[in-house]
């Protein structure tokens, strides 16, 4: 079975750096195809993807925020962190992280593409 | 960079059927994967692939796709259904989510 849980700060204040941690058992991000992803929604808005991370350490992230973030995984901890920088009270969000596993091609030539498994996200309030 | 259009809401009478779009010009390489949010709960998937569906989701809920538009469609619409509904798929950044959709279920 698949869990995923985020962990981190509630409250950061304005300029700081966030850093949250998603921390998941039943599977390994060293398998071959798999990822972890994070994803944020604002109160009342719309879900955002911010970055992901690979088994093989490759690592994508959002254009809009790319200068802001880092992913890293530590895979004996089964635990993925990402830092945002200079937070500022837009970014004050719901943060998931979530299980992608791996992509996989039809006859079709068309690729799945999805998160199978959510943790149950982290608020965290930005102010001073 | 990529986006996936929907519409901001839907509407279905109790037990008729809905369909949900996602507009975008990476659907024409990926499937779109469809997550149902319910208030103050995390997304969950409802269909994946071609029109695939997670266990424990119900079949009056069904995915298809054509061109750029990948459609979900809800046979039956119960009040339990009532919920946003997100698309999700992947474009040449990494990774991109709809607007969502607020179904309302009359």
């Known amino acids: 079975q698949i869990t995923l849980k985020e962990s981190g700060p509630t409250l950061v204040k304005p300029t700081q750096t966030l850093t949250l941690t998603c921390t998941f058992s039943?599977?390994?991000?060293?398998?071959?195809?798999?990822?972890v992803g994070w994803i944020r929604q604002p109160p009342g808005k719309a879900l955002e993807w911010l970055a992901l991370?690979?088994?093989?350490?490759?690592?994508r992230y959002s254009p809009s925020l790319k200068s802001r973030l880092t992913i890293t995984k530590d895979t004996s901890k089964n635990q993925v962190v990402l830092t945002m920088t200079n937070m500022d009270p837009v970014d004050t969000a719901t943060y998931y992280c979530?299980?992608?596993?791996?992509?996989?091609?039809?006859?079709?030539?068309?690729?799945?593409?999805?998160?199978?498994?959510w943790g149950q996200g982290t608020l965290v309030t930005v102010s001073s | 960079s990529s986006e996936l259009t929907q519409d901001p809401a839907v509407s279905v009478a109790l037990g008729q059927t809905v369909r949900i779009t996602c507009q975008g010009d990476?659907?024409?390489?990926?499937?779109a994967s469809w997550y149902q949010q319910k208030p103050g709960q995390a997304p969950v998937l409802v269909i994946y692939?071609?029109?695939n569906r997670p266990s424990g989701i119900p079949d009056r809920f069904s995915g298809s796709s054509s061109g750029n538009t990948a459609s979900l469609t809800i046979t039956g619409a119960q009040a339990e259904d009532e919920a946003d509904y997100y698309c999700?798929?992947?474009?040449?950044?990494?990774?991109?989510f709809g607007g969502g959709t607020k179904l309302t279920v009359l």
């Open positions: 039943g599977f390994s991000l060293s398998t071959s195809g798999v990822g």
């Open positions: 990476s659907l024409r390489s990926y499937y």
């Open positions: 979530a299980h992608r596993p791996v992509m996989s091609r039809d006859s079709s030539g068309y690729y799945s593409y999805y998160f199978d498994y």
């Open positions: 692939g071609k029109n």
């Open positions: 991370i690979y088994w093989d350490d490759d690592k």
């Open positions: 999700n798929s992947r474009d040449s950044s990494g990774v991109v």
